[in-house]
């Protein structure tokens, strides 16, 4: 009897399972109302009084590790159930989102289309390489004219290999004659978009920026509704209004200026970047050339327009106090940043 008690002892010692079944049959074998250990006390009355001490100790020790077997496999895969739970460990820390930022270019871009089309404008965009009409010629620029020299540019493909020469818009200007060519007066649009120059990269020019160009053709359209819209502008993109129009040249618009904003000469800053005048330029403008309106079948003698051309890195640095353009195209991520809280 006591060699019988003592084997199932080793029996339960070497019990192992992962499942809860088994470990529930196990524990109404051995402990269950009709258990091996309920008919085992139940016999203790028949063993021999010289025994019963040892029988005794043994069947305690056997109901113990029953008992503790029991509840050590339960633990156990308790503990693995939560492990493998699809929701992983819910008292880990979080890991941090990383929010990207607009890059200031698309920033300022952005702001300056918004007034805009607060008056009406729509906005327009050509292709980057383009051919000599749309960039020179039908500006008002024909081959050998000097102003040509203005704006070094990046030829894709010369004449003598192809049709018509080809090259990396120099302006965005060129999207007015697109704009022209395609849609009848009355007429509202900018067109923002990147240009290329064939010029030294330094820390106040590059050779890939970014420009928009305003376009406004319609009936009695005089210079005085020019002014006013560049007031509007100034004033809401700036929240200055105090500007000046400084005659100017560009062979696309007759009269043509440049509008010098009055940025003040309140902080070290603004002296440095209106060289100690207070005042700083903006953009060229201008009223739109008859010859423009004629080489894009625009009636010139019913039609009259303004346009005009903005550089969007010139501002970025302004608003942004950015020292050197060339961080605005290296992509560094310390630089991006900074833009996190800007929309
Ligand atoms: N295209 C000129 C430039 O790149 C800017 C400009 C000046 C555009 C006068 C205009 C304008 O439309 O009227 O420097």
């Not at 871009?109 to 051919?131: H, L, M, T």
């Amino acid at each position: 009897m006591l060699d019988k008690v003592h084997k199932l002892i080793s029996e339960v010692k070497d019990f192992k399972t992962t499942s809860k079944d088994e470990i529930e049959a196990f524990r109404i074998k051995y402990l269950g109302s009709k258990g091996l250990l309920k008919g085992l006390f139940a016999e203790f009355k028949n063993v021999d009084a010289e025994l019963r001490k040892d029988f005794g100790q043994a069947l305690n020790k056997l109901k113990n590790s029953a008992e503790d077997k029991v509840s050590e496999l339960s633990k156990l895969i308790s503990n693995s159930a939560e492990t493998k739970s699809n929701y992983g460990d819910l008292t880990r820390p979080a890991e941090p989102i990383e929010l990207g930022a607009r890059h200031p270019i698309s920033i300022v871009k952005n702001q300056i289309i918004d007034v805009f089309s607060r008056i009406g404008f729509n906005i327009s965009e050509g292709p980057e390489i383009e051919d000599d009409w749309h960039n020179f010629t039908a500006l008002n620029l024909p081959e050998y004219h000097p102003a040509r020299d203005m704006q070094d540019t990046f030829f894709v493909e010369k004449s003598s290999q192809v049709e018509k020469d080809m090259l990396l818009r120099t302006h965005t200007s060129s999207v007015q004659i697109r704009y022209m060519e395609n849609n009848k007066p009355p007429i509202r649009t900018i067109s923002p978009g990147r240009v290329f120059r064939n010029e030294d990269i330094s820390a106040r020019s590059h050779c890939i920026f970014h420009q928009v160009e305003g376009l406004y053709i319609d009936t009695d359209v005089s210079f005085a509704d020019l002014k006013q819209t560049l007031i509007y502008f100034t004033k809401e993109m700036f929240g200055k209004s105090k500007i000046r129009l400084r005659p100017s040249y560009f062979p696309f618009t007759e009269p043509s200026a440049e509008v010098d904003i009055y940025w003040g000469l309140k902080t070290e800053t603004d002296y440095k970047i209106t060289k100690g005048t207070g005042w700083l330029e903006i953009m060229g403008c201008g009223m739109v050339d008859p010859n423009v309106l004629k080489n894009t079948n625009i009636d010139s003698e019913k039609y009259s327009g303004f346009a005009f051309g903005m550089g969007i890195e010139r501002i970025a640095m302004l608003l942004y106090q950015i020292p050197d353009i060339r961080m605005l195209f290296e992509n560094d991520i310390r630089f991006l940043e900074q833009f996190k809280s800007v929309i």
